[in-house]
Every structure is written in C-alpha cells, then in structure tokens.
C-alpha cells in the first residue's frame, strides 16, 4: 500500500478532492451515528431542517440521490419516526415530507455535531484559505451540477429558491 504523504504530490485534484470527501464523510458518518442517525438519513433530516414540506422529488434532486434511493430511504425514516410523508391534496402524484417533533427536537443537537466537525476542518486554515477554498468548492460546485442539468434529468442545487425548482421539476 502507497503512504499517502509520500504521494500526495502525484495526484490529481480530483483524485484528492475525492479522497477528501471520503476522509470528511466518514467523519460526519461517526458524528450522526453519535446522536443516532444513519449518515443519509442526516443529510435529508439537514435539508428538512432548511425547508420543510418540500417533496420527495426535489429532496432527492437537492441531495442528487436518485428518486427509489430517496424514497426508500424516507420510508425507513417514517418507520423510525423522523418524518411524515403526506400526498398533496391538488395533485396526489406529489409527496411532501415533513419533519416529526422527534426530528424537531434533535436539530439542536446535529446542528452543533456539524458545526464542531466544520470547525475541525477550519481550524486547519487560515481565514483566506477557508474563504478560497469555499468560493473554489461552489464553483467547482456550480460547474457540475450544470453539467449535471444538461437533459430532463436536471438536479436542483440544494440553496434557497428550492421551491422554484419544485416548480420545475412538477
């Protein structure tokens, strides 16, 4: 096996911004198993907690999982009391997602497990060095979920305005 530290220096940045994201996501994965949650589950429980009541559709196109993967995984969560899914009454296609108070009340407590996890991977940097690499990230960001958009399978971006792309996705 390769040491890392010895090849750092020959790989590419997308190879190393994938190891990145696996170092970081096993990371996160052992911060939500500590308060009792699945890695996933914490992702979708995140996004609730920016905008409830969206639908299963746009949940998946904001977390770009693909709709079964979203659906299957909502399921267990209302098995397990996190959320509650509910059709629209205007258009029964639509299923909306809705946080449970049990979901509610654990907010506080994930919220402060990704700050502690952000603040880990800050401290490493400078305050230009964490400003850099976030405006790299969205970009790097904006690009491929651009590419990702090309054809009717769009993804929406996750940021404000998810209800617009509700709209679009309908």
Known sequence: MVDPKEDSGNLTLGHLLAQVCRLFGSRRRTKLESIGLHHAQGLILFQLWQEEGISQRVLARALYITPPTATNTLKRMERDGWIKRRREASDQRVV????TEKAKRLRREARASFRELDGEMTSLLTEQE????????LKVQRYLSKQSSAGADRFC?????IRECEERYR
Request: glycine share 12%.
């Open 157 to 161: 971006s996750g940021q404000p305005g």
């Open 96 to 99: 909306r997602v809705y946080l």
């Open 130 to 137: 964490c400003e850099t690499l976030r405006e790299a990230l």
